[in-house]
């Protein structure tokens, strides 16, 4: 069998997100190692596709007759159980979860279950599912009824990059990194900043304002509420030079997430010896060691302000958190070996 696979991606692959950043840097990996990577673009709409866009897709999806492996990113394949089971008895398919498409925070109980029964009917139509983490492996097997000997952990690659070195002077840079969407937790960290004004601090927000626009006008209202519009910005989508600015600008990373599948943003702040505030929502303590970090509960706020506090104040734990991310970011695993893990995988199938 030819070195050849197809990779379904719903929306732009183009996207400034984890998830495609994933998708996109295997795929180079993959066509470096030799590997020819058809892309398959299945539409826009996804994880939530009006019945014209599942249509869509699914006619895209069964289009191509060939008998090569075919990789579908999670977050369209956990809503098209339907062309999965289809394509499972005519080729090798390849599920990619970044995260189960449950756990999006903001969903109804009926939505989630909605999604979660979804996604198990289409998980059980793959010949293997990659999770990016552990802790991803394991909601798979327990919750999605994926046996063991289907699941493969690929967990991303981080670029090698310049330890951050701020910018001095009295007032602290917080950074944190991520979409303005509700699983990122942006409200929980205005609620636990705002008990923290007699602190010398800014917060920048880098990441997409255009996913979710209520969630966007959400955070601005919060942000206004508590009297913070000089304290805290948010730059929207930013270039990868830009990010890296900020990244070394910065003296503390801060995300109050309550669910990761891995937490790329994460592994990003240890990538640049950052000290790091966080959560343990999710796979974010298998991603992030505890010496680099002080993790809370996600969405308890006053857990968050005191980890805050007590980082912001001490100049000594914001130093020794910055030595455990430099320790940590030399174990950080590059995108040339996660490339090369994903290669391995597909071997399997021929």
């Given at each position: 069998?030819?070195?050849?696979?197809?990779?379904?991606?719903?929306?732009?692959?183009?996207?400034?997100?984890?998830?495609?950043?994933?998708?996109?840097?295997?795929?180079?990996?993959?066509?470096?190692?030799?590997?020819?990577?058809?892309?398959?673009?299945?539409?826009?709409?996804?994880?939530?596709?009006?019945?014209?866009?599942?249509?869509?897709?699914?006619?895209?999806?069964?289009?191509?007759?060939?008998?090569?492996?075919?990789?579908?990113?999670?977050?369209?394949?956990?809503?098209?159980?339907?062309?999965?089971?289809?394509?499972?008895?005519?080729?090798?398919?390849?599920?990619?979860?970044?995260?189960?498409?449950?756990?999006?925070?903001?969903?109804?109980?009926?939505?989630?279950?909605?999604?979660?029964?979804?996604?198990?009917?289409?998980?059980?139509?793959?010949?293997?599912?990659?999770?990016?983490?552990?802790?991803?492996?394991?909601?798979?097997?327990d919750r999605y009824d994926v046996p063991r000997d289907r699941l493969r952990?690929?967990?991303?690659?981080?670029?090698?990059?310049?330890?951050?070195?701020?910018?001095?002077?009295?007032?602290?840079?917080?950074?944190?990194?991520?979409?303005?969407?509700?699983?990122?937790?942006?409200?929980?960290?205005?609620?636990?900043?705002?008990?923290?004004?007699?602190?010398?601090?800014?917060?920048?927000?880098?990441?997409?304002?255009?996913?979710?626009?209520?969630?966007?006008?959400?955070?601005?209202?919060?942000?206004?509420?508590?009297?913070?519009?000089?304290?805290?910005?948010?730059t929207g989508k930013v270039s990868s030079d830009c990010l890296a600015t900020?990244?070394?600008?910065?003296?503390?990373?801060?995300?109050?997430?309550?669910?990761?599948?891995?937490?790329?943003?994460?592994?990003?702040?240890?990538?640049?010896?950052?000290?790091?505030?966080?959560?343990?929502?999710?796979?974010?303590?298998?991603?992030?060691?505890?010496?680099?970090?002080?993790?809370?509960?996600?969405?308890?706020?006053?857990?968050?302000?005191?980890?805050?506090?007590?980082?912001?104040?001490?100049?000594?734990?914001?130093?020794?958190?910055?030595?455990?991310?430099?320790?940590?970011?030399?174990?950080?695993?590059?995108?040339?070996?996660?490339?090369?893990?994903?290669?391995?995988?597909?071997?399997?199938?021929?």
């Amino acid at each position: 069998m030819a070195r050849r696979i197809a990779f379904a991606i719903p929306g732009d692959l183009a996207t400034w997100t984890g998830g495609y950043v994933y998708d996109r840097r295997v795929i180079a990996e993959l066509r470096r190692l030799d590997w020819e990577v058809d892309v398959v673009p299945l539409g826009d709409g996804f994880p939530m596709p009006s019945k014209e866009q599942i249509a869509e897709a699914s006619r895209r999806l069964l289009a191509d007759p060939s008998d090569r492996p075919i990789v579908i990113d999670g977050l369209a394949l956990g809503v098209l159980p339907e062309p999965a089971a289809s394509l499972h008895s005519a080729r090798p398919v390849v599920a990619l979860v970044h995260h189960p498409l449950a756990f999006e925070t903001g969903l109804t109980r009926e939505m989630a279950k909605r999604l979660r029964d979804s996604e198990r009917s289409a998980l059980a139509s793959t010949h293997i599912v990659i999770a990016t983490s552990d802790a991803t492996a394991d909601l798979l097997r327990d919750r999605y009824d994926v046996p063991r000997d289907r699941l493969r952990v690929i967990q991303p690659g981080t670029d090698r990059a310049p330890y951050s070195t701020g910018i001095g002077g009295r007032r602290l840079q917080l950074l944190s990194v991520g979409a303005i969407v509700p699983r990122k937790g942006f409200d929980i960290l205005v609620e636990a900043l705002a008990g923290l004004t007699d602190l010398s601090w800014q917060l920048t927000i880098v990441g997409d304002r255009s996913r979710d626009p209520q969630a966007v006008e959400h955070l601005e209202a919060l942000v206004s509420r508590h009297q913070l519009e000089d304290r805290i910005r948010s730059t929207g989508k930013v270039s990868s030079d830009c990010l890296a600015t900020h990244y070394a600008r910065a003296d503390l990373f801060v995300l109050a997430s309550h669910f990761e599948g891995y937490g790329m943003a994460y592994a990003e702040a240890i990538a640049h010896g950052l000290p790091i505030v966080g959560t343990t929502g999710g796979a974010i303590p298998q991603t992030v060691p505890s010496t680099a970090s002080r993790l809370v509960p996600p969405g308890d706020v006053d857990a968050l302000a005191k980890a805050l506090r007590d980082v912001m104040e001490s100049e000594a734990a914001r130093h020794a958190l910055a030595a455990g991310a430099r320790a940590a970011a030399a174990a950080l695993p590059s995108w040339a070996q996660c490339g090369e893990k994903f290669a391995r995988v597909l071997e399997e199938l021929r």
